[in-house]
Structure formats: structure tokens, C-alpha cells
């Protein structure tokens, strides 16, 4: 066998490879949450799911460098990774801070989580789970191995397009958490959007590992977005909470004062009573009840006795 045909013998087995990850990606989205305890064990079966990707990344001839790995690139990644976690970092700091911005950081699933829970999804299972291998299946192995036989830039529109379809099943479960879009035309409206947003996402994070020539770029990326935005929505919802529209603050606390605690407040429009209202002079004596009001206060009264 000619060396000519044993590169076109590789390049048609990588190629193969990539269909047939990107249909098991787009089908493992979709199905997953049929997985017996599959948010139990969504960290592990990630983790588990990247090792059995490096495996096969490895037996159809990827190295390292095709995946990202390279130590040489680890402190251009780190650094590329930083300067993006630092700018949505400010920008969801504007978000909570600006009024009109609020509804993006609006999501049903977040009531309830309590600090513990709060930190184990922000530092472990969006890190581990979500953000370590989505970047490891989408810009390491499927990146890497489309670039095998095509340009960086079409495997990165190439594997961009699947990483949006991978959030076709998230999607749904999102509108479903919240109440959201749901009239068929307004789903898939919603959905054919999440996907082309989530795509271009993607290739933003691809872009990333072009530039830095590492995979710890778009990694730390990808965990600033997910982590801080998560952070960003639970306070966001202690907020609301504490403080709906339409009662001030200062009235809740008003309000909430010599009540015992573990009870809920009382409303504000209860605080609030109307004015006794004072019969008038003419009101005929034998007409008036037992109580009556005068001067704002309450006083008993004596009924008279009526003569024929």
C-alpha cells in the first residue's frame, strides 16, 4: 500500500469517526434523561464519557495536539481563558445591576437551591460535568479530528453546527422548567434560536482554541459563563424574593417587625386601615348602633328606648 493511499485510508476512517460522533453526541442529548438517577450520576457519567472519548480519539491516530493538549500551550490557554472570564465576568455584573436586564437572569429551576447545592453546581458539576467534557467532545475531539481532513475554520463551523444541536433537548427542558413558549410554533421558534445562538457560541469557543492552540481556553470560558451565571440568577432570585415588585423595602421590614419569626409577613395592604368613618349630625339617635364611632375612637352606647 502506496503512502498516498494510506493517507486517504486515515482520512476516510477520521472522517467516519466524525459522523459517527456527531450523531452519538446530538443522540446522547436527547436521551439522556431517561438514564435511571441520571442527575445523581451526571458528573460521573461525564467524566466517564470524556475518557471513553480519549480512547477512541486516540485509536484513530489524534494526538495531543489535535485535541489541545499540548503543555507548551497550557499557559497561552490559561491566560486567553482568564482575560474571557473576566469580561463576562463584568458583563453579568451589569446585568444584575441594570433594572431593564433582570428577566435574563430569570430561570424557574433555581428556586429553592441552597448555598451547599449553589457552590457543588458552580464548582463541580458545571466545571466537571457540563464545561469539561462538552469543550473535551466538542473543541478537542470532533475540532480535532474534522481539521484532520479540512480547514480550522470549516471544522469549527462543522462542529459549532453539532454543539447547537446538542442543546435542542436542553432547550426543551428549559421552556418546560418555566412555563415557557408553549404553542408548537413558539417552541420551535425558541429552539430553532437556542440552537443557531448555542452554534455560534461554539465557534466563538473554537475561535478560542484557534488563537490560544489550547483546550484550557475555551474550557475556563465555557465554566466562567455557566458558573457565574448560575451565581448571578440564584441571587438575582433571593432578591425577588425578599423583595417583590410592587412592595417597597422598607415596608417589608416594616411590616415583617414583631412578627415571629418563621411566619410569614403580613401583607401591606393589611397594615393599612381606612379611616372609621364619623356618622354624620344628622344620623337620627334611634338609627344608631350599640357602638358607634366618635372622635376616631370607639364608645358604647346606651339604646334608647323607642316611644310610640
Known sequence: MTKDQTTTRSTTAIAGFVVALSVVLVAYSSTAQFIPEFNALYVPLSLAAAAGL?????KVGLEPADLGLERATLRTGLSWGLKVAAVVAVALAVAVAVPALHPLLD????????PGLLAYRALIRIPLGTALFEEFAFRGVLFGAWSRFTSPWRAAAGSSLVFG???????????????????????LAVVAAAVMLTAIAGYVFCLLRIRSRSLLAPFIAHTAINSLAIVC?????????????GFPAHELRSNSQGTRQGSPPTSC???HKEPARVPSESTNSRNVPRGVVSGGSIRSVAPRKQTM
Not at 54 to 58: D, R
Not at 107 to 114: M, Q, V
Open 54 to 58: 480519549a480512547f477512541l480519539a486516540l
Open 165 to 187: 444541536l446538542w442543546h435542542v433537548r436542553p432547550t426543551i427542558d428549559l421552556l418546560d422548567a418555566n412555563g415557557l413558549a408553549v404553542s408548537s410554533i413558539a417552541r
Open 107 to 114: 430561570d424557574a429551576r433555581i428556586e429553592g437551591i441552597g
Open 233 to 245: 440568577i440564584h441571587r438575582r432570585r433571593r432578591v425577588v424574593t425578599r423583595n417583590p415588585p
Open 269 to 271: 395592604a393589611a397594615t
